[in-house]
Nanobody
Framework: QVQLVESGGGLVQPGGSLRLSCVASGFTDSTYTMNWYRQAPGKERELVARITNFDRVTTYADSVKGRFTISRDNAKNTVTLQMNSLKPEDTAVYYC??????WGQGTQVTVSS
């Protein structure tokens, strides 16, 4: 059974940090790009960060550049999103995705004092 499971969300104060993880299972190979998306209440889901497989090329939404870092460990089938200097506008449900069809269940990130 193909599965993506996120973890690491929670409540954090502005300026704080969180580390999200996404563990993939059931895939027959690891040669795929992975994405992190987020969706805030009343807003469309947006791409936050992307990492390719072999060359580990990363791309970020302008709103998170310099604050978020995506990485991957293929040996552990894990993709991580390190989020620093968090802002209230980062509050959302965060999803990992193996494009085009596979999504995790999401993990809630709330940034509030």
């Amino acid at each position: 059974q193909v599965q993506l499971v996120e973890s690491g969300g929670g409540l954090v104060q502005p300026g704080g940090s969180l580390r999200l993880s996404c563990v993939a299972s059931g895939f027959t190979d690891s040669t795929y790009t992975m994405n992190w998306y987020r969706q805030a209440p009343g807003k469309e889901r947006e791409l936050v960060a992307r990492i390719t497989n072999f060359d580990r090329v990363t791309t970020y939404a302008d709103s998170v550049k310099g604050r978020f870092t995506i990485s991957r460990d293929n040996a552990k089938n894990t993709v991580t999103l390190q989020m620093n200097s968090l802002k209230p506008e980062d509050t959302a449900v965060y999803y990992c995705q193996r494009p085009p069809d596979y999504w995790g269940q999401g993990t809630q990130v709330t940034v509030s004092s």
